[in-house]
């Protein structure tokens, strides 16, 4: 008699996404005739550039000929794309073997995934706010209690609070955790953890023989060159960090899925062999992966020519153009935005100490424009609303045209 | 302090593949001028016919423009692609809702991660032999004891004999068990479940409450209209069986990566409510999993067109042949062959009662040719080779003359 793992029972049951698509819609449907704005989910929109298409093309071409088609690959991608990436690392003088890299089908999945690599009692730090996926993941594998409405989060778990006073990045625990979670720059803040905040991470870390999961995806968004683009740019962060990535942000790759995980030789556990998580990581994608696709894995090392690279980087420069109009326009407004200087999301406070859902149906109502309720994201996203910066140049002037043109006289009528 | 997860250190060292590969590299060391003929890896070599490749190019070019792009598409597969499944599983006669698949990226990440829907202490039954996957997923996730040489595999897993009396397919199992892992067409042996056979599981598992996992990656293969080309074809099999299937070895996707698996409504365990376990399972997917990729859905929907069925077929009917050439060369070697008529697998009975490793190395050294032994698969597979009729015809003819040419007398000198 088969038995069900009933921590799925345990997620919290309104994903934030669809609740967001059935007020949209719900809107649209009293108001037909009123176009709605989308400054809401975080989908690239820009197509791939030229380097990328021919790369995509080669690779279906050489598919369609027998001295040049290829079945199954290494489950860990391709040798020229993990020789590419410890280039990319190389140039910002990072050095990682190409046998650390392990491609994927995204960051998601890694994200989901890496947490098979412990045992279930491990202790979770979660950054709050945080991208839902590393909370469910853990819950799903039962290193959680039940979810509690008060609390707004799981039982057993630590969450890590990002407050304004710090930037909206954590501090260490007080207490001792297994696991942490961290995403920098950050989806939904925008914020980015500088050298130190980073810094102090891997010394709890290492102090405490703890595993950081660091979600570096939106890595190609940071312009300053202050600020750390990998966790490896840390001293002794290849003893307890594995780092995640992907071309989904990078490369515009979200519908074509391509990422990356790095699990270096020298990352320790409390009780691991020297190199085991990396062996583990290895046997685990052999198993239960059968290696990215290959036409995505040709478009990812053409990314990585010094032509993609320059390509991508311009759609990621047009994206960070729509960052700065949304958050000049968003300012003109009054209101408080944060993020969005080497990120592609903004963290815009909500006036007058509205919820997020509540100011969320007025940008609908009012303003006609979708956005993201922070508090989706935990209970420290109360309070705010996320904006993405992805969105064709053009709709994305008039959402914000849209907001100043009708939210001073929205809110005065709140006020009233 | 994190604690890994001890259950990888469970798994059983040398992996098949690489141990045949680390023999055959061995032995062309040895002796450098010998041409190695390969009967062994079961991947894919013929090109992908013109209709696919032209969809897939049409993607890419989609890719290319700002009014066809497209990002993330639903973790559940596009909509497009599941109703054309379902017209598909339509045209035999089974009635699946298109909202019963699920797009993956491949038959054996699902087939690892189907597990994750059920409790740790629920009881595993596995074909004897079998692909390795169905067991090395429930060795990490907690399900078994320690491997045991001596019974060649791991404690507390039911292991269900396919026997030569039975056309090496197994009979249900005398105890309870909860999860039961089918493979039909069968890989390694190539053996096909009958319709009587595939009841008496479906009937076992609704008297139990047990689940079925059932992988027909090489349904079609299936040429004889007597034999079931999914478990759906028996009544109430919806109520307790999970279907598993891939476009890798139907359109040659080994490397495209794309696959699917069918979660029905009616679907029932012990604890479970009514379309639970097929909510757990969107849920996990939408937590796991980003979707495939675009590209390849594009290309699973070409194939699935009036075209492009008829185009795959044609390349399935020409490794088929290779099958024939392949079965026709071995018994005129005096060999005892089994399955390759509705299987890309043949199944070959070692001579003189070898153990599957010496006539594996006896076909390497003498014959030159490179098989799978089929005690890598399970104890139960000891005295057996896999055979594989992936291949150039040309190539596969040689490796065929060349057993042909020299298997007697390697055969006598053994004797002497």
Redesign the interface.
Known sequence: ??????N?RK?AAG?LFPEVARRAASFQKEQPNVKLHKLG?G??????P?SI?EA??AK??A????AT?????DEQGSTALREALSGYYRSINVQIQSDEFFIS??A??DA??LQ????E??TVAIQNPAY??YV??NV?AGRTGSYNDLIGGYRNLVYLDGREEDGFFPKPPKE?V??IYLCSPNNPTGAVATFDQLRSFVDYARA????IIYDAAYAEYISDPNLPKTIYQIPGADECAIEINSF?KFA?F????LGWTIVPHRLL????QPD??HK?WF??Q???????????QAGGLAVLSEGGLAECRAVIAYYMENARIIREGLKRSGLTVFGGDNAPYLWVKTPKRMRSWDFFDLLLRQCHVITTPGSGFGSCGEGYIRISAFG?REAIAEAVASIEHTLAKALEVLHE
Chains 1, 2 share one sequence.
């Open positions: 008699m088969a038995r069900i793992n009933g799925f997620l994903y989910i989908n690239t929109t820009e197509p791939l030229p298409i995509l093309h279906v071409d598919l369609s000929h027998a088609y290829s079945g199954y690959g089908d995204g998601k999945a989901a995934n098979q690599l412990f045992t009692d491990c839902p996926v469910d993941s799903v001792k297994d696991l405490h023989k703890a595993v989904s515009g979200t519908g074509v899925r556990a409390e009780d691991s085991e998580l583990f046997r685990r052999c198993t239960f992966f059968n290696g990215a696709s290959n036409i995505a064709h």
